[in-house]
C-alpha cells in the first residue's frame, strides 16, 4: 500500500485518469474529492462490499422455477424500433 501526506487543496492523480484531492480537514473529518471517467465505478468501501455480497447472493439464491402456462398462445412482438403491424383494410366496395 502506498500511503501519501496531503494538504487540503492538495491532489493524487492515478492513472493520469482520476484525481483524487483532498477538499477540506475538520477534525478527524477528511472530504475527499474524486473525478474519475464515467466508466469507472467509484464507491465508499462499504458500499461496495455491498454490492458484492448482493451480487454473490443473487448468483446463487434458488428460486422456485416459474409455473407452466396452458392453454394460451403468444404472439410474437415486433422488434422495439418497428412500430406494430396493423390488420390490412378491406378494399372499398363503392364505385368510383
Same mark, same amino acid.
Given at each position: 500500500?502506498?500511503?501519501?501526506? !496531503?494538504?487540503?487543496? @492538495?491532489?493524487?492523480?492515478?492513472?493520469?485518469?482520476?484525481?483524487?484531492?483532498?477538499?477540506?480537514?475538520?477534525?478527524?473529518?477528511?472530504?475527499?474529492?474524486?473525478?474519475? %471517467?464515467?466508466?469507472? %465505478?467509484?464507491?465508499?468501501?462499504?458500499?461496495? @462490499?455491498?454490492? #458484492?455480497?448482493?451480487? +454473490? +447472493?443473487?448468483?446463487?439464491? #434458488?428460486? =422456485?422455477?416459474? %409455473?407452466?402456462?396452458?392453454?394460451?398462445?403468444? #404472439? $410474437?412482438? $415486433?422488434? =422495439?424500433? +418497428? $412500430?406494430?403491424? !396493423? =390488420?390490412?383494410?378491406?378494399?372499398?366496395? #363503392?364505385?368510383?
Amino acid at each position: 500500500m502506498l500511503i501519501l501526506s !496531503r494538504k487540503s487543496g @492538495e491532489s493524487i492523480v492515478i492513472d493520469g485518469r482520476i484525481h483524487v484531492k483532498i477538499v477540506r480537514v475538520e477534525g478527524e473529518v477528511i472530504k475527499v474529492g474524486i473525478e474519475a %471517467p464515467a466508466d469507472v %465505478p467509484v464507491h465508499r468501501k462499504e458500499v461496495y @462490499e455491498e454490492i #458484492q455480497l448482493s451480487n +454473490q +447472493q443473487a448468483l446463487t439464491r #434458488q428460486s =422456485a422455477p416459474l %409455473p407452466r402456462l396452458t392453454g394460451t398462445t403468444a #404472439q $410474437p412482438r $415486433p422488434p =422495439a424500433d +418497428q $412500430p406494430p403491424a !396493423r =390488420a390490412a383494410r378491406k378494399p372499398s366496395l #363503392q364505385k368510383s
